[in-house]
């Protein structure tokens, strides 16, 4: 509580008619996006070396209950996306420039469900180091080498580079190469 809190003519009931009305006028609503069909799932875990999996053995968080933080900065800060921010509820609230929506999550939520992705308190700490290396984690598809489908395009490339060979002009074989010289 500040100064003007503690001296306010009306006290304390003024600080309750405030969250009335904004409650009236919609202002505290929490609101979920919509979500895919079969529901929004947990986010991909990322593993790391440092990562820990069971939850039991996380720290407890530094974040208070009611802090909240715009959808941008819980990207940033926290290494999540858009679809990993899908679950959680957020608020809508103007910004400085008094137009555009912000969505305002709760630190606690965002700080709990980057620790999921990442294998918790540790697992954020190691991908954020990466992040500022400029290391960049594996991707599971290119790691095990699945998922190396070729478009239609870069298959039609591929055997036009076969037959006519790289440089400009006409193609020649190699035994034509030879009688050449």
């Known amino acids: 509580m500040g100064w003007f809190d503690d001296n306010h003519p009306m006290g304390s009931r003024a600080d309750e008619e405030m969250e009335d009305a904004t409650e009236a006028m919609g202002w505290n609503k929490w609101y979920r996006d919509p979500q895919p069909a079969g529901g929004a799932s947990e986010p991909a875990r990322v593993e790391r070396s440092e990562?820990?999996?069971?939850?039991s053995k996380w720290r407890k968080s530094n974040l208070r209950e009611g802090d909240t933080m715009?959808?941008?900065k819980a990207k940033t800060m926290y290494l999540l996306t858009d679809k990993d921010l899908l679950p959680l509820q957020y608020q809508k609230q103007m910004?400085?420039?008094?137009?555009?929506?912000?969505?305002?999550?709760?630190?606690?939520e965002v700080e709990r469900l980057s620790w999921k992705k990442y294998g918790g308190p540790n697992g954020l700490k190691a991908a954020k180091e990466d992040k500022k290396n400029g290391v960049k984690a594996a991707s599971p598809k290119k790691a095990t080498g699945a998922g190396k489908a070729t478009s239609s395009a870069s298959a039609a490339t591929a055997a036009k580079v076969g037959v006519l060979g790289k440089g400009k002009g006409k193609a020649t074989s190699g035994a034509d190469a030879l009688e050449d010289e």
């Open 51 to 55: 990562s820990e999996w069971d939850e």
């Open 95 to 108: 910004n400085s420039r008094g137009f555009n929506n912000m969505k305002m999550y709760k630190k606690r």
């Open 70 to 72: 715009a959808k941008g």
